[in-house]
């Protein structure tokens, strides 16, 4: 199942997709809907029931659903999500990156004012950074309260998967000497396009995932090749915090990035960057510069 939030009217609302078109959840009538999208990854059953006998037509016309192909997709996730970041977790990134292997999980935040839609524009200030750079990476959403799970199990505690990139600053997170204001700009966490709930996922460590800029592949990797896999991220990270329904886990960028070539093509105005997942789709956001009179 495909849980989404899209813009109905002039509304966003956790949607899911159904015979090619959103469907807008508050119009089902399930009850206890306060938590979001995040309350729904653990409902595709009653989310299935719900939608059996439903006339997408009728619910069309009324406003309650809209046909995919015009449908305006935010960002699956709300402000209320923590973001928790994984780097160094590819060994062919570490090479190129000169780094040396972590022997735990490398957890860091990026903070949830960078959510942005999967075909949203990200505006580059280029007063801040000359280095932005790009970082494909796979998702999971957490979908129930979990505390000290242990591997064999974690991964019951995820909801669904969806496609991010980790955009960074390279040049403030080297001034920074600390990577989360470097990662957390505006725009800087694309999101989406969708949430594939977790029964649809049969192995997260077998999806092919790719970072195209300008139609040239930029990172092209398969999550088999995670040092530490989904499952032992989200036990690391359970261990001494509560993880909730709706917080994500970005579970780092394969080998490609601009900051492990020699003559790096940093991303810039005009620039299109196409983040695909094989079976969760793709983001699609284009490059634009941040005029000064925004500022504000
Ligand atoms: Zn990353």
Redesign the pocket.
Known sequence: MRLGRVLFANVTEPAVLHQDTWVRVSCLGLPDLEGGIACLLSRSQELLGALDGVVISELVARGDAVPAASAHLQSPLERTSSII???LNYRAHIAEVEWKAPTNPLLFAKWSSALTGPYNEIALDASLSQQVDY?V?LVAVIGRHTRDVDVAHALEHIGGYAVAN?V?ARDVQKADSQWTRA?SFDGFCPIGPWITTADEVADPQDLELSCVVNGSVRQHANTAQMIFGVAELVAFASHGMTLHPGDVL?T??PSGVALGSESPQWLKPGDVVRSEIAGLGYLENHITARAAAEAS
Do not use: H, I, N, R
């Open positions: 970041a994984v780097g970082e990476e980790d960074s990662k970005l780092g960028t």
